[in-house]
Structure formats: structure tokens, C-alpha cells
């Protein structure tokens, strides 16, 4: 139908149908790109829990292979469940996965490549040995234990990693150590728990260095000055501390304990979950992949045939102050760039709108500085909002006007605007700092029925004084619109079906203001993108 046709992503990860979810074991590998991801291989619904396989050189282009993992033995019959890819000492890349029992235990599993001789790895063997950590020890929850994170060295040459559990009715990241990354032993602390949930799925334990882009491979001991960052998917979103850690008690320490977990700062304030990161050898850095479900109604899904998307893969690094994560579009998103335009210097006054005209506003990466003219009419902040962002965001919608804001980008928009998604800024003066809320609000993104249509906000703090321009940085895709403000200090991953999409080419979009102060638009630059090769060829 027209419909699966238009909806369906350009140059997001996707396979050619059916369910998805959780992206795993991404790992790079030999000079190859590795992506397994959660996938049901018959139909549009979740199930048959399979780890997908593709490849790439690029992180762009894909080529599928055969499944990685299916479920084949007693302890993964009800599916391989999320896991994690680790290259060990001798070169050898291992999966660690959950594989769920006939009656509700989950375990951890190991699997090597069959092949090593084989670029692509097609072919994994599960052995004997297996499971490698069976769900026993005081207090855990045997049906609540998965998602191992990658491997990473400690002081004393041993591995460790960590497991999402629920233990004793509170949600845990054990901890387990192995000399040969076969044999485990818990440690008898968990790397980290909390009492405020039950259970952390998807735990993610990386160690970066404040203000570095680079990354920093898990294999090695992490240099001094290192801090650390856990990252657990709850409450349909992913959440993460920075802390340290400490290495004789071996346990995570976060510099803030955040009680109400509302507040916790999130990878991505939008439709994100299930996030993992990686360690790229070739380009030195960290990158995060995350899945993006539909937010249309499932019999959507069976008439489009596909249900789920991984969100661009972004690299994350550590700001200066080791307060927050940063995110950016890897790089070779920009290859797919074609026919740019570029503005500078736009008045937009209180009402101002701009259309951007010149790209295929279907698929388009967008890059927007806003300058405020004046300071002067800045509103007070009021730190209850950050309870529910939400909430502020259906308040303040796009056409509430402020002092300083909203501005921002209106896409996939209708010639009338009664089908538009905003992405927009407002800013705030809090005691000694500038907040700044962004928004991504679907509420009129389609006219259609049946669709989730949140308003999706995060506040970062901003030193307006010092850095001026506020930047936004919004990749469109079809069906995807995916954002980044200040520089990647808020990411936001939204999903829409507006009906304009129907009719090819139909789709607006515009720079706007509805502040009482002027902005400035000092730059915005804007491409069409190029449709990717997306897992069309086998392998
Ligand atoms: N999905 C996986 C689980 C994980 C959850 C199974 C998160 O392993 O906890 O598909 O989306």
C-alpha cells in the first residue's frame, strides 16, 4: 500500500520486514561493521526471539547474512534474548546472550564464531558448555536476569561483566568475574543497585574521559582520570549516571544519587530504548546504537509488513564537567548528503517563518544555529517541571509565545500546517544559569487516527553568555525524526505517519520564532539525503 511505502525509513537500520527490537552485540571487527539485533523472523509481532545479522564497512550501507542465533537448545527455547559482543585477549570476538528456558529461567549463554576465517563471522557455535552463568545466588529472580553487557578488564587481568536483575525486589547490575570469559563467578556486591525498581533492562558500563571524543577499548585497564557511565533502560526509557569507579571494591560509584528516578538524565528523551554501545578500533571512538519502535497501531504494522528501526548510530563522549553525555550522528551519515543549501543571517521575529526550500523534505539533515538578539526578556525557570518535561511541553506547545522562544524547526508539514511536527527551544533564566527546554511535539504530526502522539522534552543547561548560538540538528526520515540540540546535550528520537506523506514531495518545512524576542538565524545549512543500501542484498 502507499502507505508502507512512504512510512518506510531511507537510510535508518531496518531489515527488509518484520519485528524488531533491541540492537545487540554491536562490534567492529577485522575491518567490518557488526549488527545483530532482536527479530522476529515471521512476522510483524514480537517473538521467536532470533539475533539478526548484517554487515557493513560504513555503519550506513548494510548487507544481511543468515540469523546469528535462533533458538535451538533446551536453555534458549523460548528465544535468545539481548546480549553482547566482547573481543577477547587472543582476538576473538564471543557473544554473551540470555537465552530464556520452557520454564521462565533465563541464563547466560555463550557463542564463538565457527569460522574465524570467515570475514563476515555468518556462522556462530553455541558450546557445551552452556549456560555459562545459570540463574542461582541469593535473592535473584530467576526469570528476572539478563542482557549481559560486554566484557571488560579489570586491574587483575580478570573479566568482568555485568547483568540486569532483580534481586530481593530491587533492581541490580551484578556483577560477575572470569578468568577465561567462560567460568563466571558473582562477585558478591552487585556493580550497582538501587530500591527504586525492579528491574534494569539492557545495562550498558563504559568507562570516558571528560571532554575526550575518543573513546576508550574495554579490553584495556581504564586510564587515570577516567570516569564511568551506567546506562539501564526502564520505564520505556534509557537513563544513565556518571561516576566513578571503584576499583578496589569493585563497584560503581555515581557522583549524584538521583533518589526520584524522574530525574535521572536519558540518552535520548524520545522513542529510544534498549541502547548499547561499542568501542570502534578502527575510528577510536564510542558509538550507541538504539531501537526505535512504531508508534502507529499494530494493524499499521501488518499493512506496512515492518515493525521497528535502530536510531542513527551516534557517537558519545563525556563533557568537559563530566555532568552529561554528549551524542552526535556518526560522521558517515554525512556521505549520504546531496544538494545543500545554506542561509545566514535571518531575522525571525515573533511570528517569523521560514520555509526551507530546495531539499526533499521527505529525507533531509538539517543544521540550524539560533541567535538570541536580546537577553532581556528571559522567563524564570521552575526546577518542578523537570519531574515531567512532558507535561511542560503539552503546556508550552509551539504556539504559546515566550520571552525568549519557542524557535525552531517545523517539518513533514502540511501546506496549512494542520499536520506539522515541531522541534523547538525555549529558553529559561534559573538562579546562575540558562535552562533550555526542547521539545519534539507530535501532537499535530498527522491527522490519521489511532497513533501515539506524545510531546517529547529534555532541559539542558546552557552558558547563553558565553556560547550565543544555540544549535539544532534534525535528521528526517520519513517516518523518523530525529533531533539534537545544543550540540548533542539533548537527543530526541520521534516516530510519525503524518497523512501529507501520502502524496510524495507534499511535505513543508520552516525555521520559526513565536518568542517576544527576535532570533537570529545565523546559519542553517540543509541536504537531501541519499537512500541507503539497506540490508536489500544477502550476503
Ligand atoms: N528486550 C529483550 C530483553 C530485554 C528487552 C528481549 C529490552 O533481553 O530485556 O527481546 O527491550
Same mark, same amino acid.
Given at each position: 500500500s502507499i502507505v508502507s511505502k512512504n512510512y518506510r525509513t531511507a537510510y535508518h537500520f531496518q531489515p527488509r520486514k518484520n519485528w524488531i527490537n533491541d540492537p545487540n552485540g554491536p562490534m567492529y571487527y577485522k575491518g567490518v561493521y557488526h549488527l545483530f539485533y532482536q527479530y522476529n523472523?515471521?512476522?510483524? %509481532?514480537?517473538?521467536?526471539?532470533?539475533?539478526?545479522?548484517?554487515?557493513?564497512?560504513? #555503519?550506513?550501507?548494510?548487507?544481511?547474512?543468515?540469523?546469528?542465533?535462533?533458538?535451538?537448545?533446551?536453555?534458549?527455547?523460548?528465544?535468545?534474548?539481548?546480549?553482547?559482543?566482547?573481543? #577477547?585477549?587472543?582476538?576473538?570476538?564471543? %557473544?554473551?546472550?540470555?537465552?530464556?528456558?520452557?520454564?521462565?529461567?533465563?541464563?547466560?549463554?555463550?557463542?564463538?564464531?565457527?569460522? #574465524?576465517?570467515?570475514?563476515?563471522?555468518?556462522?556462530?557455535?553455541?558450546?557445551?558448555?552452556?549456560?555459562? %552463568?545459570?540463574?542461582?545466588?541469593?535473592?535473584?529472580?530467576?526469570?528476572?536476569?539478563?542482557?549481559?553487557t560486554t566484557g571488560w578488564a579489570g586491574p587483575d587481568g580478570q573479566w568482568r561483566i555485568a547483568v540486569g536483575a532483580e534481586l530481593n525486589g530491587y533492581s541490580a547490575a551484578l556483577l560477575y568475574k572470569s578468568q577465561d570469559f567462560v567460568h563466571w563467578n558473582r562477585v558478591e556486591h552487585p556493580l550497582y543497585s538501587s530500591n527504586s525498581s525492579t528491574m534494569w533492562e539492557c545495562p550498558d558500563f563504559f568507562a570516558a574521559i571528560p571532554g575526550n571524543g575518543s573513546g576508550l577499548d574495554p579490553s584495556m585497564a581504564a586510564p587515570s582520570g577516567a570516569k564511568h557511565v551506567l546506562k539501564v533502560s526502564l520505564d520505556s526509557c534509557d537513563k544513565y549516571m556518571v561516576g566513578v569507579y571503584d576499583l578496589k571494591r569493585d563497584e560503581f560509584v555515581p557522583d549524584t544519587v538521583l533518589d526520584d528516578r524522574r530525574l535521572w538524565p536519558r540518552i535520548d528523551y524520545g522513542n529510544y530504548y534498549a541502547s548499547k554501545s561499542f568501542f570502534d578500533a578502527k575510528k577510536g571512538r564510542r558509538i550507541i546504537w538504539g531501537w526505535t519502535n512504531e508508534s502507529d497501531s499494530s494493524s499499521d504494522d501488518s499493512a506496512k509488513g515492518w515493525a521497528g528501526i535502530q536510531a542513527i548510530?551516534?557517537?558519545?563522549?563525556?563533557?568537559?564537567?563530566?555532568?552529561?553525555?554528549?551524542?552526535?550522528?556518526v560522521a558517515e551519515v554525512e556521505s549520504l548528503r546531496r544538494?545543500?543549501?545554506?542561509?545566514?543571517?535571518?531575522?525571525?521575529?515573533?511570528?517569523? #517563518?521560514?520555509?526551507?526550500?530546495?531539499?526533499?523534505?521527505?529525507?533531509?539533515?538539517?543544521?540550524?544555529?539560533?541567535?538570541?538578539?536580546?537577553?532581556?526578556?528571559?522567563?524564570?525557570?521552575?526546577?518542578?517541571?523537570?519531574?515531567?518535561?512532558?507535561?511542560?511541553c503539552r503546556k508550552v506547545d509551539a504556539s504559546v509565545h515566550g520571552g525568549l522562544g519557542p524557535f525552531g524547526l517545523a517539518v513533514l508539514a502540511s501546506a496549512n500546517m494542520e499536520e506539522h511536527t515541531a522541534v523547538h527551544f525555549r529558553v529559561y533564566k534559573a538562579e546562575h544559569k540558562y535552562m533550555i527546554l526542547m521539545c519534539c511535539d507530535l501532537r499535530r504530526s498527522s491527522l490519521r487516527p489511532g497513533l501515539y502522539t506524545p510531546a517529547y522534552g529534555g532541559f539542558f543547561e546552557f552558558d547563553l553568555e558565553e556560547e550565543r548560538k544555540i544549535s539544532l540538528r534534525t535528521l528526517i526520515d520519513r517516518s523518523a525524526v530525529e533531533s539534537f540540540g545544543g550540540g548533542g546535550k539533548v537527543c530526541i528520537m520521534a516516530r510519525v505517519y503524518p497523512a501529507t506523506l501520502i502524496e510524495d514531495g507534499g511535505a513543508r518545512m520552516y525555521a520559526f520564532n513565536n518568542g517576544t524576542s527576535t532570533v537570529k538565524v545565523s546559519q542553517l545549512k540543509a541536504w537531501s539525503m541519499r537512500r541507503a543500501h539497506v540490508n536489500v542484498k544477502k550476503a
Amino acid at each position: 500500500s502507499i502507505v508502507s511505502k512512504n512510512y518506510r525509513t531511507a537510510y535508518h537500520f531496518q531489515p527488509r520486514k518484520n519485528w524488531i527490537n533491541d540492537p545487540n552485540g554491536p562490534m567492529y571487527y577485522k575491518g567490518v561493521y557488526h549488527l545483530f539485533y532482536q527479530y522476529n523472523p515471521g512476522s510483524v %509481532i514480537p517473538g521467536n526471539k532470533t539475533w539478526a545479522h548484517s554487515v557493513s564497512t560504513d #555503519l550506513i550501507n548494510w548487507v544481511r547474512l543468515q540469523p546469528a542465533l535462533e533458538r535451538t537448545e533446551p536453555y534458549d527455547a523460548k528465544g535468545c534474548w539481548s546480549g553482547s559482543a566482547t573481543i #577477547l585477549g587472543d582476538g576473538q570476538p564471543a %557473544i554473551l546472550y540470555t537465552g530464556a528456558d520452557d520454564v521462565k529461567n533465563q541464563a547466560q549463554c555463550i557463542a564463538f564464531p565457527s569460522n #574465524l576465517s570467515d570475514p563476515y563471522l555468518r556462522e556462530w557455535t553455541k558450546p557445551d558448555s552452556n549456560p555459562v %552463568i545459570r540463574p542461582v545466588g541469593p535473592g535473584l529472580n530467576r526469570s528476572q536476569f539478563r542482557d549481559p553487557t560486554t566484557g571488560w578488564a579489570g586491574p587483575d587481568g580478570q573479566w568482568r561483566i555485568a547483568v540486569g536483575a532483580e534481586l530481593n525486589g530491587y533492581s541490580a547490575a551484578l556483577l560477575y568475574k572470569s578468568q577465561d570469559f567462560v567460568h563466571w563467578n558473582r562477585v558478591e556486591h552487585p556493580l550497582y543497585s538501587s530500591n527504586s525498581s525492579t528491574m534494569w533492562e539492557c545495562p550498558d558500563f563504559f568507562a570516558a574521559i571528560p571532554g575526550n571524543g575518543s573513546g576508550l577499548d574495554p579490553s584495556m585497564a581504564a586510564p587515570s582520570g577516567a570516569k564511568h557511565v551506567l546506562k539501564v533502560s526502564l520505564d520505556s526509557c534509557d537513563k544513565y549516571m556518571v561516576g566513578v569507579y571503584d576499583l578496589k571494591r569493585d563497584e560503581f560509584v555515581p557522583d549524584t544519587v538521583l533518589d526520584d528516578r524522574r530525574l535521572w538524565p536519558r540518552i535520548d528523551y524520545g522513542n529510544y530504548y534498549a541502547s548499547k554501545s561499542f568501542f570502534d578500533a578502527k575510528k577510536g571512538r564510542r558509538i550507541i546504537w538504539g531501537w526505535t519502535n512504531e508508534s502507529d497501531s499494530s494493524s499499521d504494522d501488518s499493512a506496512k509488513g515492518w515493525a521497528g528501526i535502530q536510531a542513527i548510530p551516534r557517537t558519545i563522549w563525556l563533557d568537559c564537567q563530566s555532568k552529561q553525555l554528549l551524542q552526535w550522528p556518526v560522521a558517515e551519515v554525512e556521505s549520504l548528503r546531496r544538494n545543500g543549501i545554506s542561509h545566514q543571517g535571518i531575522e525571525l521575529e515573533k511570528g517569523g #517563518l521560514f520555509e526551507i526550500k530546495g531539499t526533499d523534505t521527505l529525507q533531509a539533515d538539517v543544521e540550524i544555529d539560533f541567535e538570541p538578539e536580546a537577553m532581556d526578556s528571559i522567563d524564570p525557570f521552575d526546577p518542578s517541571w523537570l519531574m515531567d518535561t512532558e507535561k511542560h511541553c503539552r503546556k508550552v506547545d509551539a504556539s504559546v509565545h515566550g520571552g525568549l522562544g519557542p524557535f525552531g524547526l517545523a517539518v513533514l508539514a502540511s501546506a496549512n500546517m494542520e499536520e506539522h511536527t515541531a522541534v523547538h527551544f525555549r529558553v529559561y533564566k534559573a538562579e546562575h544559569k540558562y535552562m533550555i527546554l526542547m521539545c519534539c511535539d507530535l501532537r499535530r504530526s498527522s491527522l490519521r487516527p489511532g497513533l501515539y502522539t506524545p510531546a517529547y522534552g529534555g532541559f539542558f543547561e546552557f552558558d547563553l553568555e558565553e556560547e550565543r548560538k544555540i544549535s539544532l540538528r534534525t535528521l528526517i526520515d520519513r517516518s523518523a525524526v530525529e533531533s539534537f540540540g545544543g550540540g548533542g546535550k539533548v537527543c530526541i528520537m520521534a516516530r510519525v505517519y503524518p497523512a501529507t506523506l501520502i502524496e510524495d514531495g507534499g511535505a513543508r518545512m520552516y525555521a520559526f520564532n513565536n518568542g517576544t524576542s527576535t532570533v537570529k538565524v545565523s546559519q542553517l545549512k540543509a541536504w537531501s539525503m541519499r537512500r541507503a543500501h539497506v540490508n536489500v542484498k544477502k550476503a
